[in-house]
């Protein structure tokens, strides 16, 4: 089996990925796919740890005329629920799998530690970060690109429901060119929606690797460990 060229990565899932085909909130099937991919990043020697969006449940803005505030703590719950969903396709994929949240929830995850993820991490186990920041007005586009800081992650695998960054919106303009990379300073300046602009200018501050690729097929998250070149690049 190919060896990868990231040791430890951060994966940025979407809520919307874990629904990918299905009528309800979960596809199950999907989920087992990924936890397959998973698995083979293990198995070649990468450490993982996963951020998980929470669309699939919740958005803030979906909360009308709800306090902001309370709106994103629901935000941050429905990233719980789908750690815990995910947690268990890769329980079910014989996984060691630990939850780590910002905010303590007894019974349901443990909470944040830098030193104790990255022990994790280490000793093999993945470690699915939820809830977010902790805090609302952040993303978990945010969140991810925080902890994958804090863990000293390689790079942040990005996984969208397109295959990268287009010149133009793909699905508009059937003369749009996916690009192989983009600098930070093209993403805030044109004010591009590859990613929250609270995230990109971290990442840019922080000098972060972070690639964006498709989950149409699972198989792409081994692609990306392995440094295959798919997806877009984000660059500094």
Known sequence: MEKPIYKRVLLKLSGEALA???????????IDKI???????LETGSEVALVIGGGNIWRGRQGGGMDRVRADKMGMLATVMNAIAVQDSLVNAEIDTEIMTPIIIQGVSEQF??????????SGKVVIFGAGTGNPYFSTDTGALLKAAEIGADVALFAKNIDGVYTADPKKYSNAVKLDSITYDEIISKRLGVIDMTAAVFGMDNKMKILLFGLANPENIFKAVKGEKIGTL???
Do not use: H, P, R, V
């Open 113 to 122: 530690s830098k030193d104790k993820a990255i022990k994790y991490l280490e």
């Open 234 to 236: 984000l660059t500094f």
């Open 35 to 41: 936890a397959e991919q998973i698995k083979k990043c």
């Open 20 to 30: 990918e085909g299905s009528s309800g909130l979960y596809n199950y099937g999907f």
